[in-house]
């Protein structure tokens, strides 16, 4: 069965890094575009970012261009999110999801989501 | 950006009873829309895709419909599981991909 599991959430401080970890099973990983979703507390859903299923392509939102990066390991089955310049507004479950499709997509298998808290 | 908005933001509905839900977008997304169901501490889950397509696994009482600008979502025989929080998503134009801001499914 297809699972997704992320890691590598915690607390951080303004203006320092995190990397999230998300560990694809169940199909093959280097078919599938691959996405990010957050949530702040208490708030609804905001797509953060994309890569297709080979690594060549990116998208970001707005919110975290320059500061995010989207990478992923194929021989790993592993998707990436390296956060630079973290803000306050950027804490928030961080899930990563699988697409039907490179950027028209909708997601078919979420994570169970990693928390990000940036804070002092 | 397309801008997703979704009415009510709560309702309140009893069990065994019709819940409609509704998503508008700021321009049409054809029928590239998305509708996921989330619970407290849960991950969403995909019920419907391509504005009327169930997913994989996803009870017939779950039925989606509309295309263009207006979309919605109908639970024919309300559940006592399915009480949550539900979102749109719009697929049609991006980046970005954009989502409702959720309407609380509860319990009457």
């Known amino acids: 069965q297809v699972q997704l599991v992320e890691s590598g959430g915690g607390v951080v401080q303004p203006g320092r890094s995190l990397r999230l970890s998300c560990a694809a099973s169940?199909?093959?990983?280097?078919?599938?575009?691959m996405y990010w979703v957050r949530q702040a507390p208490g708030k609804g859903l905001e797509w953060v970012t994309l890569?297709?299923?080979?690594?060549?392509?990116?998208f970001y939102a707005d919110s975290v261009k320059g500061r995010f990066t989207i990478s992923r390991d194929n021989s790993k089955n592993t998707l990436y999110l390296q956060m630079n310049s973290l803000r306050a507004d950027d804490t928030a479950v961080y899930y990563c999801?699988?697409?039907?499709?490179?950027?028209?997509?909708?997601?078919?298998?979420w994570g169970q989501g990693t928390l990000v808290t940036v804070s002092s | 950006e397309i801008v997703m908005t979704q009415s009510p933001a709560t309702l309140s509905v009893s069990p065994g009873e019709r819940a409609t839900l509704s998503c508008r977008a700021s321009?049409?997304?054809?029928?590239?829309l998305a509708w996921y169901q989330q619970k407290p501490d849960q991950a969403p889950r995909l019920l419907i895709y391509?504005?009327?397509i169930r997913a994989t696994g996803i009870p017939a009482r779950f039925s989606g419909s509309g295309s263009g600008t207006e979309f919605t979502l109908t639970i024919s025989i309300l559940q006592s599981e399915d009480f949550a929080v539900y979102y749109c998503?719009?697929?049609?134009?991006?980046?970005?991909?954009?989502f409702g801001q959720g309407t609380r499914l509860e319990i009457k």
């Open positions: 890569i297709s299923y080979d690594g060549s392509n990116k």
């Open positions: 998503q719009q697929y049609n134009n991006w980046p970005p991909i954009t």
């Open positions: 321009q049409s997304v054809s029928s590239n």
């Open positions: 999801a699988r697409g039907r499709g490179f950027g028209g997509s909708y997601f078919d298998y």
């Open positions: 391509g504005a009327s």
């Open positions: 169940g199909f093959t990983f280097s078919n599938y575009a």
